[in-house]
């Protein structure tokens, strides 16, 4: 049982170039969630999704894109990163909503330059 | 902007000190959660609050929610360096929105 596994766990990156995070689960989890830490700014809400088919945007969702096709999977998108993108980007998921426990993956630390 | 509000941002304290963080949120929520991430770790789920006055406690943390559903706090009573890490309270009203956490650090 893997949990949350991301990757990858660091990239570096050329201004405007695009990439993709991945991010997937093996808990049948509903609900799956980005997130970005930056020092002294907590972890902030990027995306998330409540099932298969459905998304939508967290607190800090511009420059990013997500889709969910499958329970599993949550991939995020940059289309054109920026160095504002450097930061660490955690993935999560839970059973639901409601106040149920949050499942971390281990993080991509991600460098734009 | 940051709806959830958590001080202090650091803390330094001697081995078998206590320790407090506390966090406040602009609004009420419907629950909290309290996490804690080890340096160059990600966050792991200690636990979560839900009623009004709510207290839990797990061995050495004592855990609180506020009567108004506003505020929180986790207490830690005789520190040890095992403790070390940064922890984070997260707030519910309609999406999760985590604190920007008090980095601990324990002095042997």
């Known amino acids: 049982n893997a949990g949350v596994t991301q990757t990858p766990k660091f990239q570096v990156l050329k201004t405007g170039q695009s990439m993709t995070l991945q991010c997937a689960q093996d808990?049948?989890?509903?609900?799956m969630s980005w997130y970005r830490q930056d020092p002294g700014m907590g972890l902030r809400l990027i995306h998330y999704s409540v099932g298969a088919g459905i998304t939508d945007q967290g607190e800090v969702p511009n420059g990013y894109n997500v889709s969910r096709s499958t329970t599993e999977d949550f991939p995020l998108r940059l289309l054109s990163a920026a160095p504002s993108q450097t930061s660490v980007y955690f993935c999560?998921?839970?059973?639901?909503?409601?106040?149920?426990?949050?499942?971390f993956g281990q993080g991509t630390r991600l460098t734009v330059v | 902007g940051q709806q959830v509000m958590q001080i202090p941002q650091y803390q330094h304290v001697q081995e078998g000190e206590d320790f407090t963080t506390y966090c406040n949120s602009s609004?009420?929520?419907?629950?909290i959660q309290w996490y804690k991430q080890r340096p160059g770790g990600h966050p792991v789920f200690l636990i979560q609050?839900?009623?009004?006055?709510e207290v839990k406690k797990q061995k050495r943390l004592t855990f609180q929610f506020g009567e108004a559903k506003k505020n929180s706090s986790l207490h830690i009573t005789a520190t040890q360096t095992t403790d070390v890490g940064t922890y984070f309270c997260?707030?519910?009203?309609?999406?999760?929105?985590f604190g920007t956490g008090t980095s601990l650090t324990v002095i042997p």
């Open positions: 609050l839900v009623k009004s006055g």
């Open positions: 999560a998921s839970s059973i639901g909503t409601g106040g149920t426990e949050a499942f």
């Open positions: 609004t009420t929520l419907s629950n």
């Open positions: 808990m049948n989890h509903e609900y």
């Open positions: 997260a707030g519910e009203y309609r999406q999760f929105y």
